[in-house]
């Protein structure tokens, strides 16, 4: 016997999503000072960065739409995730998002275990990043700190491209690098003055 094609489920860019039970909140909100949090602990391959940052920029289109900011916010969580596999000490890894419409601001952060080395070497690459106050002079400097290196410039990559300052947090081996600013945009040419 052949089934009935399932009218409740939705095709979305290849995958199939069910859409929320009747009662069940949305991620849309009328409330245009609503928060939208996105909390993920997960074990990560590099074969799903990817898919975590289009997570992320249509998670960031849905929560806030106006704010244009989805790519933007999808650059620094595939960079902080990215940063997270080649530096844990495990491969357990935490990503929050927050989308605060009533202080505009946005924020992502990556936590996961990590050595004091790895956690020294975060740190002094930060350190060196924020040495330049324009993000745009911070993210030439780590171009040229070691161009035939893979990797090092994603954090700076962050600050000037996504827009976001940065922070670290460390509690023992427990590490957070935290993204953040406001929810629309600086204009560009006030990033490169």
């Known amino acids: 016997m052949k089934r ?11 995958r199939t999503a069910t859409p929320p039970e009747e009662g069940f909140p949305t991620m849309m909100s009328t409330d245009h000072s609503a928060e939208a949090v996105l909390f993920l ?52 890894i935490e990503l929050k998002l ?26 002094d690459r930060l350190g060196k990043m924020l040495e330049h106050a324009n993000p745009l002079a911070g993210y030439v400097a780590a171009m040229r700190e070691d161009p035939g290196s893979r990797g090092g410039i994603g954090l700076a990559r962050i600050r000037f491209e996504a827009a976001l300052d940065l922070a670290l947090d460390d509690q023992g081996e427990r590490v957070t690098v935290r993204a953040a600013g406001p929810l629309i945009a600086p204009d560009l040419e006030t990033m490169v003055a």
């Open 98 to 123: 927050e989308v605060d419409r009533g202080s505009d601001r946005v924020s992502v952060s990556v936590s996961n275990d990590a050595r004091a080395d790895q956690i020294e070497v975060l740190r």
């Open 41 to 92: 602990r997960m074990q990560p391959t590099w074969v799903v960065v990817d898919d975590i940052r289009h997570f992320v920029e249509t998670f960031c289109a849905s929560a806030c739409p106006e704010a244009e900011r989805q790519e933007q916010v999808a650059l620094a969580t595939h960079e902080l995730v990215q940063n997270a596999i080649a530096n844990a000490a495990t491969p357990d």
């Open 4 to 14: 009935a094609p399932d009218l409740h489920r939705m095709k979305s860019g290849g």
